[in-house]
């Protein structure tokens, strides 16, 4: 039988494999010639998509610490000194 952390660390990396990522922002989706375009309603849209996939990394990066423990060093930063 898995402990607390065990089995919250098997929920995380499920949810994360399962998650529905957001689809970056498309402007070719929106037409200058439709008679319902709007600017400020697509940069509204932009923005919005903006921040969610933020929050998506920001929750990934979260996940990783949770899943990885306090060991979480960014890749590349240039070796270990010691």
Same mark, same amino acid.
């Given at each position: 039988?898995?402990?607390?952390? +065990?089995?919250?660390?098997?929920?995380?990396? =499920?949810?994360?494999? /399962?998650?529905?990522?957001?689809?970056?922002?498309?402007?070719? *989706?929106?037409?200058?010639?439709? +008679?319902?375009?709007?600017?400020?309603?697509? =940069?509204?849209?932009? /923005?919005?998509?903006?921040?969610?996939?933020?929050?998506?990394? *920001?929750?990934?990066?979260?996940?990783?610490?949770?899943?990885?423990?306090?060991?979480?060093?960014?890749?590349?930063?240039?070796?270990?000194?010691?």
């Amino acid at each position: 039988m898995l402990g607390p952390l +065990e089995n919250e660390q098997w929920q995380l990396a =499920e949810y994360l494999e /399962k998650a529905g990522w957001t689809e970056p922002f498309d402007p070719s *989706l929106y037409d200058e010639e439709d +008679e319902d375009y709007e600017p400020e309603f697509i =940069e509204m849209e932009r /923005k919005d998509n903006l921040r969610r996939v933020a929050n998506e990394l *920001l929750l990934i990066e979260r996940a990783k610490e949770w899943l990885l423990g306090d060991d979480v060093s960014p890749q590349g930063s240039g070796g270990q000194t010691g």
